[in-house]
T-cell receptor, first 113, second 117 residues
Framework: KAGVTQTPRYLIKTRGQQVTLSCSPI?????VSWYQQTPGQGLQFLFEYFSETQRNKGNFPGRFSGRQFSNSRSEMNVSTLELGDSALYLC????????????FGQGTRLTVV | AQTVTQSQPEMSVQEAETVTLSCTYD???????LFWYKQPPSRQMILVIR??????QNATENRFSVNFQKAAKSFSLKISDSQLGDTAMYFCAFTLTRGEYGNKLVFGAGTILRVKS
């Protein structure tokens, strides 16, 4: 089985721009979660989608949004980028509604200049 | 709110020796899972071991074992016969098993483990 795939792996954007990151979960997994990882704040939960519905949301501003498609692939969007949005964005997929195991992608490294 | 604390920012161990990483958590819930994840320089988060809160027996996966003390809300990871490939950042993580909580993981700050030859 193919693992969780995140694209792109690296991204450089300018302040004020917007960005879209993509995550393809493991086949058959209906849950996709997104996390932001920074040296200062560590790993923080952004949101989770299950069967195209947002089930849970972390404490991030409305500039961060996401969606999930019928094939379970998910995208997250960050609008009006700020320097502080520079981070590693990780996606995790799970097969069930309750997290007995999450499988992570390799992440997208976003740099905002 | 659920919180996870890892009080050791960095640790080092000699190859073939044993090391223990500490983790404490805070929750008022009874049903949850605890995990240890490893993040090597490649950034890929890999599940090392997991523990269901309702199980009294400590989980073991080859050279990795946990000491789960539910009353003390402590969940330490022991790595035996340390190998160079164990060098990584280790994260302790927590999730509730309530349906509405979803698959949200709460992570500790991480411990950098360096295995020396």
């Amino acid at each position: 089985k193919a693992g969780v795939t995140q694209t792109p792996r690296y991204l450089i954007k300018t302040r004020g721009q917007q960005v879209t990151l993509s995550c393809s979960p493991i086949s058959g997994h209906r849950s996709v979660s997104w996390y932001q990882q920074t040296p200062g704040q560590g790993l923080q939960f952004l949101f989770e989608y299950f069967s195209e519905t947002q089930r849970n949301k972390g404490n991030f501003p409305g500039r961060f949004s996401g969606r999930q498609f019928s094939n379970s692939r998910s995208e997250m969007n960050v609008s009006t980028l700020e320097l502080g949005d520079s981070a590693l964005y990780l996606c995790a997929s799970s097969p069930r509604t309750v997290n007995t195991e999450a499988f992570f992608g390799q992440g997208t490294r976003l740099t905002v200049v | 709110a659920q919180t996870v604390t890892q009080s050791q920012p960095e640790m080092s161990v000699q190859e073939a020796e044993t090391v223990t990483l500490s983790c404490t958590y805070d929750t008022s819930e009874n049903n949850y899972y605890l995990f240890w994840y490893k993040q090597p320089p490649s950034r890929q988060m890999i599940l090392v071991i997991r523990q269901e809160a309702y199980k009294q027996q400590n989980a073991t996966e080859n050279r990795f074992s946990v000491n789960f003390q539910k009353a003390a809300k402590s969940f330490s990871l022991k790595i035996s016969d340390s190998q160079l490939g164990d060098t990584a950042m280790y994260f302790c993580a927590f999730t509730l098993t309530r349906g509405e909580y979803g698959n949200k993981l709460v992570f500790g700050a991480g411990t950098i483990l360096r295995v020396k030859s």
